[in-house]
C-alpha cells in the first residue's frame, strides 16, 4: 500500500523503522535476482542465446550507453544480451557475460540498464557482478565520495541543480537459483535532492546512488521528476527563523523507552547471528515537520492513531502446525474458514527467518487463476492471494496473510471494538500458556487515513484500501514493551475474520537489561534534539498518482544514520559501526 510520500524518508528515518519480513519465492528454472533498495525483482531467464539472436543498438543507443560505460568501465566487459522499447518513452538494455549458445546463472554478471528516448539520460541501473559479492557496506565517506565523482560523469553541469542528501540508507539483495545456490550482496544508498529555490525537494526528486563496500557503484535510481512551476513553491524567505521552528518541535517531541532484544552492533543489512544484542533505548514516539509559513506542526503528518493500551491476557499455549501443504491446507479451511476452492496451490519453497539465517522457513503459496475480461486483460477485481509462513523444523505457523481484492473500497461493517475482541481472543489461543502483559497499539482502516486533498473518485479499483484493522501486541518487560517481540493480527473488517498474523514472539526471548537507573526521558530529548538539528526543505506529499495541491516548506529533523539509538542509561546517541 503506498502512502503518503515526502517526510516518509527525511522525517521516519529519523525515528525508529520496524520491517516486517519480506520473502519473495524463487521460481524454478531461472535466476531470482532481488534488490533491497530503488529495486524490485527481475526474473531472468537462464537459456543461452545464438549469434542470430544478438541485438543490434542504435548509433544514439550506442553513444548513451558509452556514457555510462566510461563512468563504470567495468561494463565493457559485458555484451548486448537484450534491448527493448518500453512504452515509446525509454528504452531497456541488458548486458551479461554469457557467450552465444551457452546459459546464465548466479556466478554471470549481468547489468540493466534504462534510458529516457528522447534524451539519452540515464534513468536506471543495476549492477550484480559476482566478483563484486559481499554482506559488508562501504564507510558513509567512500559512499559519498565515490557517489559524487559518478553523479558528476552521469548528469555532467545539471548536478548543479542537486544536492547530495544528509540521509543515507544501508540495504542489500541476493540471487538464487533452482540448486540453492545463493549470493548476496549490500550497498549504501546515497540520495541527491533537486534544488528549488535552493532548497531541496525532499520526495520524488533527484536520484539514487548505490555503492558497494569497494567503491563500485552498482545501483543508480532516478526519480521521474515533472517539471518544476516555481510559481507553486512557497517562498524561502517567508519562512519563520530555525529557533522559532526549533521551539515548537521540542514541544511536540516525546521520548517513549522501548526495549530492542536484537539491536545491531553494526550497521548491516541483514545482521548475522551474534551480532545483535538488547538494548534499552529512547525513540521519539511521532514525529511531524513543522510548517515553515507558520510555525506549528503541520496538522497533516500529527499522529492519527489511538493511544496504545496496556493489556493483561491469559495465554493457552496452542500451537498452529503444518508440515506438509495438506496439513496447511486443512489448517487455512479449519483454523481460518478459508475457501480453497478455486485457488491453485503453487508449492512450497524454502526462505530464511529475517532475524536469523539459521533457522529455515517453509513458504506454501495459494492464489486464484484470474479470468480475462473482454479486453483480454485478466480481472484481478475477485482475486485471492494467501501465504503461509512455517518453521521448516518444527512446522509451527509463523504467519499467515489473505489478501481478497474483492473487498477493494468497500466500507467497514464491522466495529473497531468487534476487531479487537476478535483479534484478543485469538492471541490468547497462542500465546505462551500463563498470564501476559502486552502493549496494544490499534491501526484503523487505510481509509480512515486517506489525507483530505485526495478526490477518492480518482481512485483505481487496486488504489482503493483493503478494509482491514491491524492490530500489534508487544511483550512488556518491567513496564516497557520490547518493540522486536510482537503478535500482530489482522482482522477483515467485512467478515470479522482473522485474514493475517504475524508470530514474532515464538522464539527463546533475550534476556533484557533492568530498567531502573535509566536517565529521564527529557535528557534523552535533549540529546535527540541535539543529534537532530532542524533543516528547511519542500515536500509535495502524493497518494498514488494525486499530489497535494501545493508543496509545503516545513523544517525537519536531520536523518539519523541507520539503526542508532539513544542509550537509555547513558543518554547519549550510539551508532553501530558500519562493517
Avoid at 561494463?75 to 557467450?99: C, I
Avoid at 517567508?238 to 514541544?251: P, W
Wanted: proline share 8%; no cysteine.
Amino acid at each position: 500500500m503506498k502512502k503518503v510520500q515526502g517526510m516518509a524518508a527525511a522525517v521516519l528515518a529519523a525515528g525508529m523503522l520496524l520491517a516486517s519480513p519480506v520473502w519473495a519465492a524463487e521460481k524454478p528454472a531461472s535466476v531470482v535476482q532481488a534488490t533491497g533498495v530503488g529495486g524490485g525483482v527481475r526474473t531472468v531467464a537462464p537459456q543461452g542465446i545464438t549469434e542470430a539472436q544478438k541485438p543490434v543498438l542504435t548509433a544514439a543507443q550506442k553513444q548513451a550507453l558509452e556514457k555510462v560505460y566510461h563512468a563504470v568501465p567495468e561494463l565493457k566487459e559485458l555484451s548486448v544480451q537484450d534491448v527493448s522499447d518500453e512504452g515509446g518513452k525509454a528504452w531497456f538494455v541488458m548486458l551479461g557475460n554469457r557467450t552465444p549458445g551457452t546459459e546464465g546463472g548466479i556466478q554471470g554478471a549481468y547489468a540493466y540498464l534504462t534510458f529516457d528516448t528522447a534524451t539519452g539520460e540515464l534513468l536506471s541501473y543495476n549492477f550484480q557482478n559476482p566478483a563484486w559479492a559481499s554482506e559488508k557496506v562501504p564507510s558513509p565517506a567512500l559512499a559519498r565520495e565515490k557517489a559524487a565523482a559518478f553523479a558528476r560523469q552521469i548528469l555532467g553541469d545539471k548536478i548543479k541543480d542537486y544536492v547530495q542528501g544528509d540521509d543515507m540508507g544501508f540495504g542489500g539483495g541476493g540471487s538464487a537459483d533452482e540448486k540453492g545456490n545463493k549470493i548476496y550482496w549490500s550497498e549504501a544508498n546515497v540520495p541527491y535532492y533537486r534544488l528549488v529555490n535552493g532548497v531541496p525537494l525532499m520526495n520524488n526528486s533527484g536520484f539514487r546512488v548505490g555503492v558497494d563496500v569497494f567503491g563500485h557503484i552498482i545501483n543508480f535510481y532516478r526519480q521521474r521528476e515533472e517539471g518544476i512551476d516555481q510559481a507553486k513553491f512557497p517562498d524561502p524567505s517567508r519562512a519563520v527563523t530555525r529557533e522559532e521552528a526549533e521551539k515548537a518541535f521540542a514541544g511536540m517531541l516525546e521520548m517513549k523507552l522501548f526495549y530492542l532484544e536484537h539491536q545491531p552492533f553494526y550497521g548491516l543489512f541483514k545482521p548475522e547471528k551474534g551480532e545483535t544484542g538488547p538494548a534499552l533505548v529512547y525513540a521519539p514516539t511521532s514525529l511531524a515537520p513543522i510548517d515553515a509559513l507558520t510555525g506549528r506542526p503541520l496538522a497533516e503528518f500529527l499522529p492519527s492513531l489511538p493511544p496504545s493500551q496496556r493489556i493483561t491476557l491469559q495465554g493457552e499455549g496452542r500451537q498452529l502446525i503444518a508440515r506438509t501443504p495438506e496439513e496447511a491446507a486443512k489448517l487455512l479451511i479449519e483454523t481460518f474458514g478459508l475457501d480453497l476452492t478455486g485457488m491453485q496451490f503453487h508449492g512450497a519453497s524454502d526462505v530464511e527467518s529475517f532475524n536469523d539465517r539459521e533457522i529455515k522457513q517453509k513458504s506454501y503459496t495459494w492464489s486464484t487463476i484470474p479470468q480475462k475480461g473482454a479486453d483480454g486483460k485478466p480481472v484481478l477485481r475477485q482475486a485471492r492471494y494467501v501465504h503461509l509462513i512455517t518453521n521448516a523444523s518444527t512446522g509451527e505457523v509463523i504467519s499467515y496473510n489473505l489478501q481478497d481484492e474483492s473487498g477493494r473500497g468497500q466500507k467497514a461493517t464491522v466495529s473497531r471494538e468487534a476487531a479487537q475482541n476478535t483479534a484478543v481472543q485469538f492471541l490468547q489461543k497462542y500465546l505462551p500458556a500463563g498470564p501476559a502483559e502486552m502493549e496494544m497499539q490499534v491501526y484503523p482502516e487505510v481509509e480512515e487515513r486517506i489525507p483530505a486533498w485526495v478526490d477518492k473518485s480518482k481512485l483505481k479499483d487496486q488504489e482503493r484500501p483493503l478494509p482491514v484493522i491491524s492490530f500489534t501486541f508487544n511483550q512488556v518487560h518491567q513496564g516497557v514493551p520490547v518493540m522486536d517481540r510482537a503478535f500482530s493480527v489482522r482482522v477483515d473488517a467485512l467478515s470479522g475474520k482473522i485474514v493475517g498474523f504475524h508470530n514474532g514472539i515464538n522464539g527463546a526471548p533475550v534476556p533484557l537489561p533492568d530498567n531502573r537507573n535509566v536517565v529521564p526521558a527529557e535528557t534523552a530529548k535533549a540529546e535527540f534534539l541535539k543529534q537532530h538539528p532542524l533543516k528547511l526543505v519542500y515536500i509535495w506529499p502524493e497518494y498514488f498518482d494525486q499530489k497535494a495541491p501545493s508543496p509545503y516548506l516545513v523544517y525537519i529533523p536531520v536523518p539519523g544514520p541507520d539503526f542508532y539509538y539513544v542509550d537509555a542509561f547513558t543518554g547519549k546517541t550510539v551508532q553501530p559501526e558500519n562493517k
